[in-house]
């Protein structure tokens, strides 16, 4: 066989090989019970939840593809015995949207007002055909009850943070919070300054998180945790935020931002990974976009 013909069908292999990992990846869900109505699934993307009400079941985020989004709706209906009723999008991100086609036409799909705006305006090719019966068909602007039999859940736009128009899910009776991607557990966070995102305005925040009345903690990517995982998380946001202002009253460049040692609450942080491949959110990532922000060098997409 040619030296080519070898290369080629090495180069086939290869990707018929990435192909079954991804596939194998992407159907791979576990399930964390943290009791007999609420679970995390975890799976390729961010974190899912399931709540079971006697109005039916409640899903939070649906992950990266259709066919995850399928699978999460059978899983969350066999834990709960209830068909879902209600589905919640904590913000635009494919991660935590591209699922939604997986779930039946006519679901109620809830999320604020910026984020329906932000997937017709910056992720349009994904939500056409059919996929556009499964965008967000109920929205507000600050905050919505809904009130399910034996489960009150309160969705609430605290501020601005991951982008401009995240959601936070505060499930009462159970005394759970879950905060999409306002909440990385001991992960570098994506900062979306190109949808409102802010460094200098995520602290603050968060304060407005803290002042409700929860005990666990269920964050956008990273284990469950608690209300001092939660400052512990705010306490790096803070130094972050702290960084870029020093940048912007020093006129530091961003070689010399990248290299601050200021940035010491981040100690046992990791970058995200994406079915083992790095996305870049790292330790350089969330300087660099400190220094934008607080210098100006970016510009809003939506």
Same mark, same amino acid.
């Given at each position: 066989?040619?030296?080519?013909?070898?290369?080629?069908?090495?180069?086939?292999?290869?990707?018929?090989?990435?192909?079954?990992?991804?596939?194998?990846?992407?159907?791979?869900?576990?399930?964390?019970?943290?009791?007999?109505?609420?679970?995390?699934?975890?799976?390729?993307?961010?974190?899912?939840?399931?709540?079971?009400?006697?109005?039916?079941?409640?899903?939070?985020?649906?992950?990266?593809?259709?066919?995850?989004?399928?699978?999460?709706?059978?899983?969350?209906?066999?834990?709960?015995?209830?068909?879902?009723?209600?589905?919640?999008?904590?913000?635009?991100?494919?991660?935590?949207?591209?699922? #939604?086609?997986?779930?039946? +036409? %006519?679901?109620? /799909?809830?999320?604020?007002?910026? !984020? =329906?705006?932000?997937?017709? &305006? $910056?992720?349009?090719?994904?939500?056409?055909?059919?996929?556009?019966?499964?965008?967000?068909?109920?929205?507000?602007?600050?905050?919505?009850?809904?009130?399910?039999?034996?489960?009150?859940?309160?969705?609430?736009?605290?501020?601005?943070?991951?982008?401009?128009?995240?959601?936070?899910?505060?499930?009462?009776?159970?005394?759970?919070?879950?905060?999409?991607?306002?909440?990385?557990?001991?992960?570098?966070? #994506?900062?979306?300054?190109? +949808? %409102?995102?802010? /460094?200098?305005?995520?602290?603050? !925040? =968060?304060?407005?998180?803290? &002042? $409700?009345?929860?005990?666990?903690?269920?964050?956008?990517?990273?284990?469950?945790?608690?209300?001092?995982?939660?400052?512990?998380?705010?306490?790096?946001?803070?130094?972050?935020?702290?960084?870029?202002?020093?940048?912007?009253?020093?006129?530091?460049?961003?070689?010399?931002?990248?290299?601050?040692?200021?940035?010491?609450?981040?100690?046992?942080?990791?970058?995200?990974?994406?079915?083992?491949?790095?996305?870049?959110?790292?330790?350089?990532?969330?300087?660099?976009?400190?220094?934008?922000?607080? !210098?100006?060098?970016?510009?809003?997409?939506?």
């Amino acid at each position: 066989m040619k030296i080519w013909k070898k290369a080629l069908l090495a180069i086939v292999l290869l990707i018929a090989s990435f192909a079954v990992y991804l596939l194998v990846n992407v159907r791979s869900l576990e399930v964390e019970s943290l009791s007999s109505d609420l679970h995390v699934i975890r799976g390729v993307g961010g974190n899912t939840i399931v709540l079971k009400t006697d109005a039916g079941t409640v899903v939070i985020d649906s992950m990266t593809f259709p066919m995850q989004g399928g699978l999460i709706r059978e899983k969350a209906e066999a834990l709960t015995g209830a068909e879902v009723v209600l589905l919640i999008n904590t913000h635009y991100h494919l991660d935590h949207t591209h699922g #939604n086609p997986g779930f039946a +036409a %006519g679901t109620q /799909v809830v999320s604020t007002e910026r !984020t =329906l705006s932000h997937l017709i &305006a $910056l992720d349009a090719d994904f939500w056409e055909g059919d996929a556009a019966l499964l965008l967000p068909n109920e929205t507000f602007t600050n905050q919505k009850q809904f009130n399910l039999g034996n489960k009150t859940v309160t969705v609430i736009h605290p501020g601005r943070g991951h982008t401009d128009g995240d959601l936070i899910v505060l499930i009462e009776e159970d005394q759970t919070l879950v905060l999409g991607d306002l909440f990385f557990n001991q992960h570098y966070p #994506n900062i979306d300054l190109e +949808a %409102g995102g802010s /460094v200098q305005e995520w602290s603050s !925040t =968060l304060d407005n998180v803290l &002042a $409700l009345n929860f005990s666990t903690v269920i964050p956008g990517h990273g284990s469950t945790s608690d209300r001092m995982g939660l400052i512990g998380f705010q306490r790096f946001i803070n130094q972050l935020a702290l960084i870029g202002q020093l940048a912007a009253n020093n006129k530091d460049t961003l070689e010399e931002t990248l290299a601050s040692t200021r940035l010491t609450a981040d100690q046992d942080y990791t970058a995200i990974s994406f079915a083992g491949i790095p996305l870049g959110l790292d330790r350089e990532f969330v300087l660099r976009r400190t220094w934008e922000e607080s !210098t100006r060098n970016f510009e809003i997409k939506n």
